[in-house]
């Protein structure tokens, strides 16, 4: 249990950030009990993060890192952060950068940005740029997810896919019917999982062959998406 002396201690974010002294779910939880009345908590997070490396976020450790993006993440859209997030776009480890997108790409809609991120090399950028997406429906949006849709990386398109179908783009279901019967598992597997997520009951039947594959992992996420389609 957390004791109620953290919430007054002056060195609360620092124990926030140390692993040591809080277990990531207890700091989760002291987060989002203490955001409501501390409303700058999310940039009293990335600022604690950046201050002992001189804002340099390159230098800051990757669990440190990631530890802070979680916490943000749990409690803030980001929108108080872009510069911290854009800092940590510098960071070494494709984690961190990855990370960081997603959670830019919640503060706020920047397609250039966007744009610019799907032409990194790390595919984990890429999938997150375009996970920043879901949900919207503009034009621009969904060109934009087309263009992502053709990424060599099966991730990639199979969140530019979910993305469009999100948008009820029916083409987009059909791509993704057609990924099932991809010779590659992963992209089986990836396919399955975004069937589940879309959240569209006439994924069914492609999700009970799913259900039936050869391949361990894709037999376990063709069920598990199999299921949440038939409590819809």
Not at 156 to 168: E, M, R, S, T, Y
């Amino acid at each position: 249990m957390i004791g109620n002396h953290l919430f007054d201690s002056p060195n609360l974010i620092q124990s926030l950030l140390d692993e040591r002294q809080m277990s990531m779910e207890e700091a989760l939880t002291v987060v989002r009990n203490l955001a409501p009345i501390q409303p700058m908590l999310d940039v009293q997070i990335m600022k604690a993060t950046m201050a002992p490396h001189g804002g340099d976020a390159k230098a800051v450790k990757p669990a440190t890192a990631l530890r802070a993006l979680r916490l943000v993440s749990s409690i803030s859209n980001g929108s108080r952060l872009t510069s911290s997030l854009v800092r940590l776009l510098q960071h070494p480890t494709a984690e961190v950068r990855s990370k960081a997108v997603l959670l830019l790409g919640r503060a706020n809609l920047n397609l250039t940005r966007v744009r610019s991120f799907l032409g990194s090399c790390d595919s984990r950028v890429r999938a997150n740029a375009v996970e920043t997406l879901w949900g919207r429906h503009e034009p621009d949006v969904r060109a934009v997810l087309w263009e992502a849709s053709k990424d060599p990386h099966g991730r990639v398109a199979v969140n530019a896919l979910l993305g469009l179908c999100k948008a009820g783009d029916p083409e987009a279901a059909l791509k993704l019917e057609k990924l099932a019967g991809s010779p590659d598992a992963v992209v089986r597997s990836s396919s399955a999982w975004a069937m589940g997520e879309a959240g569209n009951t006439e994924f069914l039947p492609v999700l009970q062959m799913l259900a039936q594959d050869q391949d361990e992992k894709v037999r376990a996420m063709g069920t598990k998406s199999l299921a949440k389609l038939e409590s819809v």
